[in-house]
């Protein structure tokens, strides 16, 4: 037995919005500069991908190689609830018998730009045809706003979702807006394991990646793989990595229309709440009085009934949408920190290119001293996984090629600070929402 870092979910080149880079090639150079072992294929459905990975993978022992970094066959399919599905599945065969179920109920499955397509069937009947050719399914992640199984005003629990074939789903993904604290806050799920994982569309280690999971098994190939999300005969999944919550683009609530955030806020007097919203080009801050009138007020964005304060003073008319935090908050049934006893541990760490980008003081982040900044560290000390989660920080504050970029002095030891503070869980944000990521705050 031993541990494997794995990311189980990517896209192909033939989704929309993917990079054209996000071939073979591409994806084993970011794994292996993130300290990935484990990777998944992305829309294996779709016809001209599928030949791609037929032509370059491997065989290995049951495990499909390129170079040194195995594969593992997955797709992201769209039911008729809008939902979105994650699926790994065992071999090329599995994929020509589920590709033979979904495409009657399917216009785009063999479009050029089906890579992720859409299959009219309900959840329940898409589980069905998963579990018929022995493949894994579950909800993609499952909290955000759009297109996923928890979303406001879509279903409250995993049975309302896929009815008797709930019990064939034993994993969810969390989603970058997401992790283990928000969602075993729901019971329900409990049972299930947790996966974290990139939802890639470039190879960049922006992408690529940025959310992981580490196992214990005895190999990196599906049967190992299914064990260890069934928890069975020692495999098991053993941490979570992904970005803060807070990092997501869809944590806080947000106007449908101008898409600012709404930041909640303890009211500190008891002036009318009309003249204490403050409202900037980004971000709408809301007061409430007390937890009471919090929870009235998500109720009452649940029940679409708020509206927009900055479209109001344009005359239009928006609705505020939950984000992630607050619909986990409408669904939860226990307190905070109530994990079931197999629930591995979940760190909320930052990718290390958006860590030299703050250190840096830039707001570009495919900026070539970034990207020089970043080679530099992975060539001197290790993969990414290392330098964020292991590596002792007095070695990156003497760093000895902090000459090389003369503009920012204290380069390595802001990077060295984020990292340390990271690690003792002392970081500040400005959520993200409405489709905006996030952001650190750090001053340089």
């Known amino acids: 037995m031993q541990e494997y870092n794995a990311d189980f979910h990517l896209h192909g080149p033939h989704s929309i919005g993917v990079s054209k880079d996000m071939d073979l090639p591409h994806m084993v150079h970011g794994a292996k500069q993130k300290g990935l072992d484990l990777v998944a294929t992305g829309d294996c459905l779709h016809p001209t991908w599928l030949k791609h990975l037929k032509d370059n993978l491997e065989q290995d022992h049951g495990c499909l190689r390129y170079k040194d970094t195995c594969f593992i066959l997955q797709t992201e399919v769209e039911c008729e609830e809008s939902v979105h599905h994650v699926i790994l599945l065992p071999d090329y065969q599995a994929i020509d018998e589920l590709v033979a179920a979904f495409k009657p109920f399917s216009k785009n499955i063999e479009h050029e730009w089906g890579g992720r397509p859409r299959v009219n069937l309900s959840p329940p009947a898409i589980v069905e045809c998963v579990m018929s050719v022995g493949g894994l399914i579950g909800p993609a992640h499952a909290f955000t706003p759009f297109k996923s199984i928890f979303r406001q005003g879509k279903f409250d629990s995993l049975e309302d979702a896929y009815e008797e074939e709930a019990k064939h789903v034993h994993f969810i993904e969390l989603g970058l807006s997401a992790n283990s604290e928000y969602a075993d806050r729901i019971s329900g799920l409990h049972g ?31 049967d190992e793989v299914h064990l260890a999300i069934m928890r069975k005969d020692g495999r098991r999944f053993t941490r979570n990595v992904g970005m803060s ?16 955030r709404i930041i909640i806020r303890r009211s500190e007097n008891s002036l009318p709440i009309m003249d204490k ?16 009138e919090y929870k009235q007020y998500l109720k009452s964005v649940d029940a679409k009934r708020i509206k927009c304060p900055a479209c109001q003073l344009e005359g239009k008319k928006s609705r505020i949408k939950l984000g992630v935090s607050e619909r986990v908050a409408l669904l939860a049934d226990q307190l905070p920190g109530t994990h079931p006893e197999h629930r591995p541990p979940y760190i909320n760490a930052i990718p290390l290119p958006e860590i030299i980008r703050v250190s840096m003081g830039i707001k570009s982040k495919s900026s070539k001293t970034l990207q020089k900044a970043y080679n530099a560290c992975i060539s001197t000390y290790g993969p990414e996984i290392y330098i964020l989660l292991t590596m002792d920080m007095e070695d990156m504050r003497k760093s000895h090629f902090q000459d090389q970029f003369p503009r920012y002095p204290q380069l390595f030891q802001n990077i060295a600070g984020i990292i340390e503070s990271f690690r003792r869980d002392e970081i500040q944000f400005k959520p993200g929402g409405g489709g905006t990521y996030g952001e650190l705050v750090f001053n340089t």
């Open 277 to 292: 919203i403050k409202i900037s080009d980004d971000l709408i801050l809301h007061p409430v009085n007390s937890k009471k």
């Open 245 to 260: 919550p807070k990092l997501g683009k869809y944590n806080t609530l947000f106007c449908h229309s101008c898409r600012r």
């Open 192 to 222: 299930l394991t947790f996966m974290s994982n990139s939802d890639a569309h470039s190879p960049t280690p922006q992408s690529l990646g940025r959310e992981f999971n580490t196992l214990v098994s005895e190999g990196c190939n599906f």
